[in-house]
Protein backbone atom coordinates (compact mmCIF):
# COMPACT_ATOMS: atom_id res chain seq x y z
CA UNK A 1 0.00 0.00 0.00
CA UNK A 2 1.26 3.81 -1.02
CA UNK A 3 0.23 6.57 -0.05
CA UNK A 4 -3.25 4.85 1.27
CA UNK A 5 -3.53 3.48 -2.32
CA UNK A 6 -3.65 -0.60 -3.52
CA UNK A 7 -2.70 -1.15 -6.86
CA UNK A 8 -4.84 -3.97 -8.60
CA UNK A 9 -4.85 -6.32 -10.06
CA UNK A 10 -2.55 -7.78 -7.49
CA UNK A 11 -1.15 -11.45 -7.59
CA UNK A 12 0.55 -13.86 -5.40
CA UNK A 13 1.75 -17.18 -5.28
CA UNK A 14 1.47 -19.51 -2.13
CA UNK A 15 1.39 -23.04 -1.12
CA UNK A 16 0.47 -24.35 -4.81
CA UNK A 17 -2.32 -21.35 -5.29
CA UNK A 18 -2.14 -18.33 -7.19
CA UNK A 19 -4.48 -16.02 -5.60
CA UNK A 20 -5.26 -12.63 -7.65
CA UNK A 21 -6.83 -9.96 -5.88
CA UNK A 22 -9.01 -7.29 -7.91
CA UNK A 23 -10.09 -5.03 -4.95
CA UNK A 24 -9.30 -4.62 -0.87
CA UNK A 25 -13.13 -5.93 -0.06
CA UNK A 26 -13.46 -8.94 1.42
CA UNK A 27 -15.54 -11.68 -0.40
CA UNK A 28 -18.70 -12.80 1.52
CA UNK A 29 -19.30 -15.47 -1.11
CA UNK A 30 -17.59 -17.79 -3.09
CA UNK A 31 -17.97 -19.70 -6.56
CA UNK A 32 -16.49 -22.38 -8.21
CA UNK A 33 -15.47 -22.03 -11.59
CA UNK A 34 -13.70 -24.35 -14.21
CA UNK A 35 -10.52 -22.86 -15.75
CA UNK A 36 -7.72 -23.78 -18.07
CA UNK A 37 -4.41 -22.57 -16.13
CA UNK A 38 -1.30 -21.82 -19.18
CA UNK A 39 2.16 -23.54 -17.55
CA UNK A 40 5.73 -23.20 -18.90
CA UNK A 41 7.25 -26.60 -19.06
CA UNK A 42 8.91 -25.77 -15.47
CA UNK A 43 5.21 -25.65 -14.07
CA UNK A 44 5.36 -21.57 -13.86
CA UNK A 45 1.87 -19.61 -14.18
CA UNK A 46 1.27 -17.50 -17.45
CA UNK A 47 -1.63 -17.11 -16.89
CA UNK A 48 -5.63 -18.31 -16.02
CA UNK A 49 -8.90 -18.59 -19.11
CA UNK A 50 -12.05 -18.98 -17.75
CA UNK A 51 -14.49 -19.93 -20.55
CA UNK A 52 -18.29 -18.98 -20.06
CA UNK A 53 -17.38 -16.43 -17.31
CA UNK A 54 -20.59 -14.94 -17.31
CA UNK A 55 -22.77 -18.11 -16.99
CA UNK A 56 -20.40 -19.53 -14.61
CA UNK A 57 -20.42 -16.14 -12.09
CA UNK A 58 -24.54 -16.58 -12.29
CA UNK A 59 -24.62 -12.70 -12.15
CA UNK A 60 -21.46 -11.70 -11.00
CA UNK A 61 -19.29 -9.10 -12.22
CA UNK A 62 -15.80 -7.67 -12.80
CA UNK A 63 -15.62 -4.22 -12.20
CA UNK A 64 -11.79 -3.85 -11.51
CA UNK A 65 -9.08 -2.21 -13.23
CA UNK A 66 -7.42 -4.20 -16.37
CA UNK A 67 -3.85 -3.83 -16.15
CA UNK A 68 -1.07 -3.00 -13.71
CA UNK A 69 2.07 -4.04 -14.59
CA UNK A 70 2.60 -7.46 -15.84
CA UNK A 71 -0.95 -8.49 -14.13
CA UNK A 72 -3.35 -7.93 -16.51
CA UNK A 73 -7.16 -9.19 -17.48
CA UNK A 74 -9.13 -8.86 -20.87
CA UNK A 75 -12.55 -10.19 -21.63
CA UNK A 76 -14.28 -11.11 -24.94
CA UNK A 77 -17.82 -10.60 -25.12
CA UNK A 78 -18.21 -12.77 -28.39
CA UNK A 79 -17.34 -16.04 -26.83
CA UNK A 80 -17.54 -15.14 -22.86
CA UNK A 81 -13.79 -16.14 -22.57
CA UNK A 82 -12.20 -13.92 -19.31
CA UNK A 83 -8.21 -14.34 -19.35
CA UNK A 84 -6.00 -13.13 -16.65
CA UNK A 85 -2.08 -12.79 -17.49
CA UNK A 86 0.34 -12.99 -14.85
CA UNK A 87 3.54 -13.18 -16.43
CA UNK A 88 5.35 -12.44 -19.72
CA UNK A 89 6.28 -16.07 -21.09
CA UNK A 90 5.22 -18.61 -23.76
CA UNK A 91 3.04 -21.33 -22.37
CA UNK A 92 3.33 -24.75 -23.08
CA UNK A 93 1.09 -27.18 -21.18
CA UNK A 94 -2.69 -26.07 -20.60
CA UNK A 95 -4.11 -27.98 -17.68
CA UNK A 96 -8.02 -28.21 -16.31
CA UNK A 97 -8.87 -27.24 -12.69
CA UNK A 98 -11.37 -25.46 -10.69
CA UNK A 99 -10.77 -22.16 -9.06
CA UNK A 100 -12.88 -20.03 -6.53
CA UNK A 101 -13.90 -16.72 -7.51
CA UNK A 102 -14.93 -14.13 -4.41
CA UNK A 103 -17.63 -12.11 -4.70
CA UNK A 104 -18.30 -9.09 -2.11
CA UNK A 105 -21.98 -8.32 -0.75
CA UNK A 106 -22.43 -6.63 -4.30
CA UNK A 107 -21.72 -9.61 -6.35
CA UNK A 108 -18.21 -7.69 -7.90
CA UNK A 109 -15.46 -10.15 -8.01
CA UNK A 110 -12.84 -9.12 -5.64
CA UNK A 111 -10.56 -12.45 -5.49
CA UNK A 112 -9.73 -15.34 -7.81
CA UNK A 113 -8.27 -18.21 -5.93
CA UNK A 114 -6.23 -21.13 -8.72
CA UNK A 115 -4.63 -24.01 -7.43
CA UNK A 116 -1.48 -24.51 -9.81
CA UNK A 117 -1.66 -28.07 -11.34
CA UNK A 118 1.10 -29.77 -12.01
CA UNK A 119 2.95 -29.72 -15.24
CA UNK A 120 3.25 -33.63 -15.52
Known amino acids: MKNGMNLFPAATVDDGTVSIRFADQLPSQSIDVKCIVDLTDFGDVIGVEVLDWRRQLSGGVLDAQSA ?44 LQVPIPSAV
Open 68 to 111: RGPVRWSYDDEIDAFYIHLTEGRSQIQRSTVASVGLDSNRCVVR
